[in-house]
Nanobody, 125 residues
């Protein structure tokens, strides 16, 4: 079991930055790969970034590569998503997810077992 609590969403102008946090707790939190997904109104949930359980390996969607950075603080079991150069098309609800006890990150949402409640990110033009 993994519980996820997200924070850090908000409203920002285009070109600005935000940092999302996701604190994980539970028996398998430290051994679970974690990822960020997002869902805009009227669209399907899409992959943003993922990291292995150790934080050593990271994966990004092409749309955010070079602008977003995922990182993990293993001591705190917390994963971060630093978002720079934000664009209006980044507006969405962002979800943190964890693969229960599995160390390898994934771009596939169905491979994640646990999900946070979501945090709204709004980028104005």
């Amino acid at each position: 079991q993994v519980q996820l609590v997200e924070s850090g969403g908000g409203m920002v102008q285009a070109g600005g930055s935000l940092r999302l946090s996701c604190a994980a707790s539970g028996r398998t939190a430290s051994t679970s790969a974690m990822g960020w997904f997002r869902q805009a109104p009227g669209k399907e949930r899409e992959f943003v970034a993922a990291t292995s359980s150790s934080g050593s390996y990271t994966y990004y969607d092409d749309s955010v590569k070079g602008r977003f950075t995922i990182s993990k603080d293993n001591a705190k079991n917390t994963v971060y998503l630093q978002m720079n150069s934000l664009k209006p098309e980044d507006t969405a609800v962002y979800y943190c997810a964890a693969r229960g006890g599995l160390p390898r990150g994934s771009m596939r949402s169905y491979e994640y077992d646990y999900w946070g409640q979501g945090t709204q990110v709004t980028v104005s033009s």
